[in-house]
Every structure is written in C-alpha cells, then in structure tokens.
C-alpha cells in the first residue's frame, strides 16, 4: 500500500512500532515516526497536518506491546482520539468490523481481506469528496 501511495506530490507518513520496518520505509521515501501505537500523543503529532490517516486494525491486534491500551477496543479508541485531536479531514479504517467514531466528517472502511486494497485506499484518498 505505501508503494501505492508515494508519489513525487504526496507526502506518505508512517508510525511504526519496529526500527528495521521504520528504516526499509524511510528508504523508500515515506516520512516514519517510531514508537508505541497506543499512545494517541504520539500518533497525534504524527497526524499533524496531515489531509487523511489510514488505520490498519491489524496493527492493534498483533502481538506487539502497547504501553497505554489493555486491548484492541482501547488502542482503535486511541487512535480515533489521535486523528480527532490532530484535525485530520479523512480517515480511511482498514477493517472487516465497525470502528470507533472519529471527529470528521470523511470516513471509510476498507475490508483488509479486498484483494485490490492498495488501489482501494489509493482513490479514496485521492477523491475530492468521500
């Protein structure tokens, strides 16, 4: 997806929880910002000024620590907290259940399981109006 994503025009940003992930990422022009996906500070300045956000829920169930979230529920409730607080425009869910509400207005839920899902989050991100 982020392969997809970055483009000369386009500033692609990722947060990461793995150093190796973060370098292989910068390599390849994505701005990365390292730390611990459940806590919404972070992430939140990591959000800043950025047009639209794409929250993997694969992220929030895989084994890795979080500091600041007992489960899932808590760190997708997190990051709705982060996008809200960072005045993001559109957020973009990659999710097969129903995510947290988040404070704007353009949101969208892409089934992780779509077998085009790269292309997918590439036109909701580059619509004018979702």
Same mark, same amino acid.
């Given at each position: 997806?982020?392969?997809?994503?970055? $483009?000369?025009? %386009?500033?692609?940003?990722?947060?990461?929880?793995d150093?190796?992930?973060?370098?292989?990422l910068?390599? %390849?022009?994505?701005?990365v910002?390292?730390?611990?996906?459940?806590?919404d500070?972070h992430?939140?300045?990591?959000c800043?000024?950025?047009?639209?956000v794409?929250?993997?829920?694969?992220?929030? #169930?895989?084994?890795? $620590? #979080?500091?600041?979230?007992?489960? !899932?529920?808590?760190?997708?409730a997190?990051?709705?907290?982060?996008?809200?607080?960072?005045s993001?425009? #559109?957020?973009?869910?990659?999710?097969?259940g129903?995510?947290?509400? !988040?404070?704007?207005?353009?949101?969208?839920? !892409?089934d992780?399981s779509?077998?085009?899902?790269?292309? #997918? !989050?590439? $036109?909701?991100?580059?619509? %004018?109006?979702?």
């Amino acid at each position: 997806m982020i392969d997809r994503l970055l $483009e000369p025009e %386009r500033e692609v940003r990722a947060f990461v929880t793995d150093p190796e992930t973060a370098a292989r990422l910068r390599e %390849r022009g994505a701005k990365v910002a390292l730390g611990d996906i459940s806590d919404d500070s972070h992430l939140a300045g990591a959000c800043l000024n950025c047009f639209t956000v794409v929250l993997v829920e694969e992220a929030a #169930r895989d084994d890795r $620590e #979080r500091a600041f979230a007992p489960d !899932v529920a808590a760190v997708l409730a997190s990051w709705a907290r982060a996008v809200g607080s960072a005045s993001v425009q #559109r957020v973009i869910w990659l999710t097969s259940g129903d995510p947290p509400p !988040v404070k704007t207005d353009q949101v969208a839920v !892409v089934d992780p399981s779509d077998p085009d899902i790269a292309e #997918r !989050v590439y $036109e909701i991100d580059a619509a %004018r109006q979702i």
